[in-house]
């Protein structure tokens, strides 16, 4: 073996590593891919995952699914909300607090995924500071069942479209809840807008009870968000949110909300962000903290 030969052998064993890691951080074309036929039993390889897509920080809903056979938590830490009512000779103050609220993902096809929402812990303190009286009410909240149903650009495309039915089960304590099954449908868009910025739209019909308990009515909800970039894994959005009751006497519910999401690998994300009402109905102030993981 010759001088030359021994040296080629070296360099070529020196660069397989580096050969071996630009393979691996290589991205997969997904359009190009079929997974149609990856189940619940038959998971999505890792090398086929879509990038993580959450319905969480913001109140608009992502169009996206999770992969199959594959499961996704996405929980506030904690969250906060205050609210103080002083319209028509009134003064009531209420405070809430909800701890580990979580949803539950399960992808059971390439465009399907089960969700399962709990209201693991809240705490509400209302206060009527005109009759003196104060009431406080904790425990578990209501289950809620979603079907997440994306009907393009999952894996793919600048745009993407979903719906979700969802059914409210009343399993709350201590009167947290109205005591009532509701429900509705979600139909979350998503685009992507040029110098990286990503718009999600959604659109929303619910059934709930009447607050007196006499009947339902239809409520009727909207928002638009924009996100972006900041700085390497570090990301923004900023996020308008309305909600119209059907119920008479009812009033416009409406906030303004901003939040930041860290993503610290790609698999497992943090979030920050805060709701501020632009309405008299809405909560004053909403802060939350937040992870999602996908696994």
């Given at each position: 073996?010759t001088?030359k030969?021994?040296?080629?052998?070296?360099?070529?064993?020196?660069?397989?590593p580096?050969?071996?890691?630009?393979k691996?951080t290589?991205?997969?074309?997904?359009?190009?891919i079929d997974k149609?036929?990856?189940?619940?039993?038959?998971?999505?390889?890792?090398?086929?995952?879509?990038?993580?897509?959450t319905?969480?920080?913001?109140k608009?809903?992502?169009a996206y699914?999770i992969d199959?056979?594959?499961?996704?938590?996405?929980?506030d830490?904690?969250?906060?909300?205050?609210d103080?009512?002083?319209?028509?000779g009134?003064d009531?103050r209420?405070?809430?607090?909800a701890?580990?609220?979580?949803?539950?993902?399960?992808?059971?096809?390439?465009r399907?995924?089960?969700?399962?929402?709990?209201?693991?812990y809240?705490?509400?303190?209302t206060?009527?500071r005109?009759?003196?009286?104060?009431?406080?009410?904790?425990?578990?909240g209501?289950i809620?069942?979603?079907?997440?149903?994306?009907?393009?650009g999952?894996?793919?495309?600048s745009?993407?479209?979903?719906?979700?039915?969802?059914?409210?089960?009343?399993?709350s304590?201590?009167?947290?809840?109205?005591?009532?099954?509701e429900?509705?449908i979600?139909?979350?868009l998503a685009?992507?807008?040029?110098?990286?910025w990503g718009?999600g739209?959604?659109?929303?019909?619910?059934?709930?009870?009447d607050?007196?308990?006499?009947?339902?009515?239809?409520?009727?909800?909207?928002s638009?968000?924009?996100s972006?970039?900041?700085v390497?894994?570090?990301?923004?959005?900023?996020?308008?949110?309305?909600?119209?009751?059907?119920?008479r006497?009812?009033?416009w519910?409406?906030?303004?909300d901003?939040?930041?999401?860290?993503?610290?690998?790609d698999?497992?994300?943090?979030?920050?962000g805060v709701?501020?009402?632009?309405t008299?109905?809405?909560d004053?102030i909403?802060?939350?903290?937040?992870?999602s993981?996908?696994f």
């Amino acid at each position: 073996m010759t001088k030359k030969t021994v040296i080629a052998i070296a360099c070529a064993t020196l660069s397989l590593p580096v050969l071996a890691a630009e393979k691996a951080t290589e991205k997969v074309d997904l359009s190009k891919i079929d997974k149609s036929h990856y189940t619940l039993f038959s998971p999505t390889p890792g090398m086929y995952l879509r990038e993580m897509s959450t319905d969480r920080p913001d109140k608009t809903e992502s169009a996206y699914t999770i992969d199959a056979g594959h499961f996704q938590i996405e929980a506030d830490l904690v969250t906060y909300s205050h609210d103080r009512d002083r319209s028509d000779g009134a003064d009531t103050r209420v405070d809430a607090w909800a701890v580990a609220p979580v949803n539950l993902k399960l992808g059971l096809n390439n465009r399907i995924d089960l969700q399962t929402v709990i209201e693991t812990y809240n705490h509400i303190t209302t206060e009527d500071r005109i009759a003196g009286t104060k009431l406080r009410q904790s425990g578990f909240g209501d289950i809620t069942s979603r079907l997440k149903v994306n009907f393009w650009g999952n894996d793919g495309g600048s745009t993407a479209l979903a719906a979700m039915p969802f059914v409210k089960f009343p399993t709350s304590q201590d009167q947290i809840g109205n005591s009532s099954v509701e429900g509705g449908i979600i139909f979350p868009l998503a685009v992507e807008l040029p110098a990286g910025w990503g718009m999600g739209l959604m659109t929303e019909f619910d059934v709930n009870r009447d607050e007196d308990g006499s009947g339902h009515h239809a409520e009727f909800i909207n928002s638009i968000t924009f996100s972006h970039d900041i700085v390497g894994n570090l990301g923004g959005y900023a996020e308008f949110f309305s909600a119209v009751s059907a119920e008479r006497g009812s009033r416009w519910v409406g906030t303004a909300d901003v939040g930041l999401t860290y993503g610290l690998t790609d698999n497992i994300q943090l979030d920050v962000g805060v709701n501020i009402g632009v309405t008299r109905s809405a909560d004053d102030i909403n802060p939350f903290i937040g992870l999602s993981w996908r696994f």
